[in-house]
């Protein structure tokens, strides 16, 4: 969690080292099959970025690599001043707080 929020510092975001928080089957230090994802990756060279959300049944078959899930993906437009809201807000959760964050879009001119 920490590592995703010191992310979201990074201005401009590069693609590879994006925001990227995943939840689900682990091998390693990898994620085999995510459950639930939040990426922010760059989405144009004007600040614009894109939210990309994952939410997907879990499947407890051998092969949990290849195996198909019900799943949904969608992602959103956001600026920078959004998301330095957003990470703002995480702020309390890292230090231990029982609180929520919520991503609230400003403008939608995108």
Known sequence: MRAF???MDAVPIQDGSEP???????SDQNVEQVHVGLRIAP???????QVQCTFAEPFMGENRRSAFT???R?????KYGDLQRFRASLDPILDGKPV???LHVL???Y
């Open 43 to 49: 989405f144009n060279t004007t600040g614009t970025l």
């Open 100 to 102: 929520s964050a919520v």
């Open 5 to 7: 929020v010191l992310a």
């Open 20 to 26: 990227k928080l995943e939840g689900g089957y682990w």
């Open 70 to 72: 019900n799943s949904a």
């Open 74 to 78: 969608f992602g959103f437009l956001i």
């Open 107 to 109: 403008q939608s001119e």
